[in-house]
């Protein structure tokens, strides 16, 4: 089925203006939608789809951890590997997501890993993906390793090419971010200077 992975950062409650268009776009095309079961992002595209009476959606969940499932639709669940927790826990539902879909919508904070992850993870399988940027307030288009720059990334020469995108084209220009820094470099958390016994930073 030709399917659109849903997704982005849990600080995420609601969704604006441009977001709901974008999703609208893609609901008049009859496409199938699989989006994750988390609080925030996941949960407000649930609330959105369900008001909308949209039927063709399905909720990936963690076996036996169901969180949300709004509009009562199939849920495929998805087992994760024995011992695993947080990120890993949730990210192997979004593995398969990926895997499923043909395209990616995403609702970027500017700081989530877990969103960023589900970029790459479409990206790597030459799947095209809408970001929207919570910074910039916009969506922009990744149709290839090389349009990483837009949300600020260094291009990863590793992604393959990628075909277009099944909505109307994002805002070509980038967000200016100032240096380009790398994907590992964005997913690692900020680290706090260390204090002194004087309480001066060492």
Avoid at 50 to 72: F, I, M, P, S
Avoid at 75 to 102: N, Q
Wanted: hydrophobic share 40%; net charge positive.
């Amino acid at each position: 089925m030709e399917a659109v992975f849903l997704g982005g950062s849990r600080r995420i409650a609601r969704l604006n203006e441009s977001m709901r268009a974008k999703i609208d776009e893609l609901l008049t095309r009859g496409l199938w939608m699989v989006v994750g079961d988390a609080n925030g992002a996941d949960r407000a595209l649930q609330q959105y789809l369900a008001d909308r009476g949209y039927e063709k959606v399905v909720v990936y969940a963690v076996t036996g951890l169901l969180r949300n499932n709004v509009g009562h639709w199939k849920v495929r669940s998805v087992d994760a590997p024995k011992g695993a927790r947080g990120f890993e826990l949730y990210s192997v539902k979004d593995a398969e997501m990926a895997k499923e879909a043909s395209y990616g919508l995403m609702l970027w904070d500017g700081k989530s890993r877990g969103t960023l992850a589900n970029v790459f993870k479409l990206l790597a399988q030459g799947k095209p993906v809408a970001v929207h940027m919570g910074p910039a307030r916009r969506f922009v288009s990744l149709k290839s390793a090389a349009d990483l720059y837009k949300i600020g990334l260094a291009p990863n020469k590793e992604l393959g090419a990628q075909h277009g995108l099944p909505f109307g084209a994002a805002q070509p220009d980038a967000p200016t971010y100032g240096r380009t820094p790398t994907y590992s470099e964005a997913a690692q958390p900020k680290r706090k200077r260390a204090v002194g016994a004087r309480g001066r930073n060492c």
